[in-house]
């Protein structure tokens, strides 16, 4: 539980942050999705039979009362409960070497304490056999909810998942 706890203050302070950045320009080299090619990961190469990561973001969340709501294209909205293969670098929410329960992230991770990407940028994801923990990207293939009211503030979970390549 004290993971789930975490990730609720990391999502909380990434949609103050990016609330914070709707409000100003990036300047070059920075923003949400940019990729500092000093990091020793590569960024996630577009594929066809991969749900993208330009199109998952395209979410917008607006204030309502004292809830963060968000609103999905259509073309999102046309991928719930559907079964989809997402690609993206896994985050542990416990210890151990092999995962059930994780998200998946578009970009690295490079703090152990840290979220890299705001709730357009992840993904939770359940799957049915354990999977090997790696800083690699996996790809995942299972049945994608799309959220409109997570407690935890996600917007993206995949379930029944499975690790393919």
């Given amino acids: 539980m004290k993971f789930k706890s975490l990730i609720v203050l990391c999502l909380t302070v990434s949609l103050a942050a990016t609330a914070a950045f709707a409000q100003t320009a990036p300047t070059l080299g920075q923003g949400r999705g940019?990729?500092?090619p000093r990091s020793p990961f590569?960024?996630?190469e577009e594929r066809s039979d991969i749900v993208s990561?330009?199109?998952l973001s395209q979410v917008t969340a607006k204030a309502e009362k004292k809830k963060i709501v968000p609103t999905f294209p259509a073309?999102?909205?046309?991928l719930d409960r559907k079964t989809v293969k997402v690609q993206g670098f896994m985050m542990p929410l416990?210890?151990?070497?092999?995962q059930q329960h994780f998200l998946l992230s578009s970009v690295p991770t490079t703090c152990s304490f840290c979220v890299p990407a705001g709730p357009?940028?992840?993904v939770e994801v359940r799957t049915k056999?354990?999977?090997?923990y790696t800083l690699e990207p996996v790809v995942v293939e299972g049945v994608?909810?799309?959220?409109?009211?997570?407690?935890y503030g996600l917007y993206y979970r995949v379930e029944d998942g499975n690790a393919v390549n």
């Fill in 75 to 78: 073309a999102v909205q046309a």
């Fill in 53 to 55: 990561w330009k199109l």
């Fill in 94 to 98: 416990e210890a151990g070497d092999k």
């Fill in 120 to 122: 357009e940028g992840l």
């Fill in 144 to 151: 994608l909810a799309v959220l409109n009211d997570d407690p």
């Fill in 34 to 36: 940019y990729h500092d």
């Fill in 129 to 132: 056999k354990p999977v090997r």
């Fill in 42 to 44: 590569k960024p996630l």
